[in-house]
């Protein structure tokens, strides 16, 4: 059963009509809900929708009355079935995030009580996680940071959460860096000489149209009386590096990357340096249709990156295998091939290999196949610290064996321009236990 197509139909009840917003009520209206969308401004309904122009401040009220008549009479009566608040400062207005997130908090906590509304979910920010040593982020992980805006996301969601009962589900979904149709990323990745001291920081990032089908799969699930979890993170799933980026935003504009020298550099201050899990929506069933940037430029008409069947290039189908097995091994093959490196990897012909491997990768052009391989094995490999662990930022958090894995990996990238004792040299470690 979808509830999306429910006879009578979903009542939805948007806050928030903007670059989110309003795709989303489309996407609800193009289902079969009757959806009613709000912003400050005179806005074009949904497909057979509502638009409703009204200032949020006037709908915080403390009893349900007070909420009731303060909503405008010509679209009465104030009744639905989910309510869902995207809501964003108005910069043109001299809005901030002080002015804004409380109180449109408090107005969607009211309306959906006075309207009866079974679902109630937020679209937070990630930021409310704050931590900027590259820890992995889960939604159980303690919230970080200090400063007004930190206060008043943080304040938001705490009204939100605190209005889940028994007739009302609250969700709070923490939206990594979004992207998407007329909103494009690659400009902030090209000038090379801006990423010097953050190359190494992570990103993380969300196409539109999965935050969108996330928020949709999560309200679909709490009204079927699913047990659902308050808080979710939405991201991509596949966090990458500041220069990562900027080497595949270089490959889709067809420009050659070199990296900025980060020698004597002090690293730059950042808001956050933080690899986002998502593994509550995951316990649902989701996962994102664009799972990484180069599929997300791809949408965004970038003609220049390997389709999306190949994201790891021509041996794009011997890749998935080599990561299906890396994840299968044992305990007992993962000592064999830490003790294979250990005899291997140090002596002169593993350095000659290693050094050709790297001439390989630039002369295939493959530097963007090797990130976009590289990160789910990074992710296999990473150990996830304990939430409020706050151990050194520069301790080791990969498994033992994620060396020699990476460098059998490298190998398979580019193996049909690798000379075979070049290949079977980088992957000798690795090779025998897969």
Not at 342 to 349: F, I, L
């Amino acid at each position: 059963m979808n509830p999306s197509t429910l006879s009578p139909p979903l009542r939805v009840l948007i806050l928030g009509a903007g670059w989110l917003g309003l795709p989303l009520g489309e996407h609800w209206a193009m289902r079969g809900a009757v959806v009613t969308t709000v912003r400050r401004s005179d806005h074009a309904p949904v497909s057979g929708g509502r638009a409703v122009a009204l200032d949020l401040n006037t709908m915080a009220g403390d009893d349900a009355d007070s909420v009731i008549n303060a909503w405008p009479s010509a679209f009465a009566p104030l009744a639905f079935d989910v309510v869902v608040a995207a809501v964003a400062p108005d910069r043109a207005r001299g809005d901030d995030h002080t002015s804004t997130y409380p109180m449109a908090a408090k107005a969607a906590v009211a309306l959906a009580s006075a309207s009866g509304a079974k679902v109630l979910a937020w679209v937070s920010s990630t930021g409310v996680y704050g931590y900027t040593d590259g820890r992995e982020v889960f939604e159980h992980t303690a919230r970080m940071g200090e400063g007004a805006a930190h206060e008043a996301l943080c304040e938001a969601e705490d009204t939100v959460l605190a209005a889940k009962g028994d007739t009302l589900e609250v969700g709070v979904f923490r939206v990594a860096g979004l992207y998407g149709p007329e909103r494009d990323p690659a400009s902030r990745f090209r000038n090379v000489q801006a990423l010097v001291g953050r190359s190494s920081h992570w990103l993380n990032l969300a196409w539109r149209d999965d935050v969108i089908s996330a928020i949709e799969h999560w309200t679909n699930a709490a009204l079927q009386s699913a047990s659902v979890p308050s808080v979710v993170n939405v991201s991509d799933g596949t966090p990458l590096t500041v220069a990562e980026a900027a080497r595949l935003v270089a490959q889709a504009d067809g420009r050659a990357f070199v990296p900025p020298s980060e020698s004597g550099v002090v690293s730059a201050p950042m808001r956050s340096n933080q690899r986002i899990r998502i593994e509550a929506l995951r316990s649902l069933g989701w996962s994102p249709d664009v799972p990484h940037l180069r599929i997300g430029l791809r949408k965004l008409g970038y003609e220049r990156l390997a389709p999306d069947a190949q994201p790891y290039g021509p041996q794009t189908a011997a890749i998935r295998d080599y990561l299906r097995a890396l994840a299968a091994l044992t305990p007992e093959a993962h000592a064999r091939v830490l003790q294979s490196w250990r005899n291997t990897s140090g002596s002169p012909a593993f350095a000659r290999a290693d050094r050709a491997l790297g001439e390989a990768m630039v002369r295939a052009n493959r530097e963007a196949e090797r990130d976009a391989a590289a990160g789910p094995l990074l992710q296999m490999m990473r150990t996830a610290r304990e939430p409020g662990d706050v151990a050194d930022a520069t301790a080791p958090d990969l498994d033992p064996i994620a060396e020699p894995a990476l460098a059998g990996l490298m190998a398979l990238v580019v193996r049909d321009v690798l000379p075979a004792d070049v290949f079977e040299e980088l992957s000798r470690a690795i090779s025998s236990e897969l």
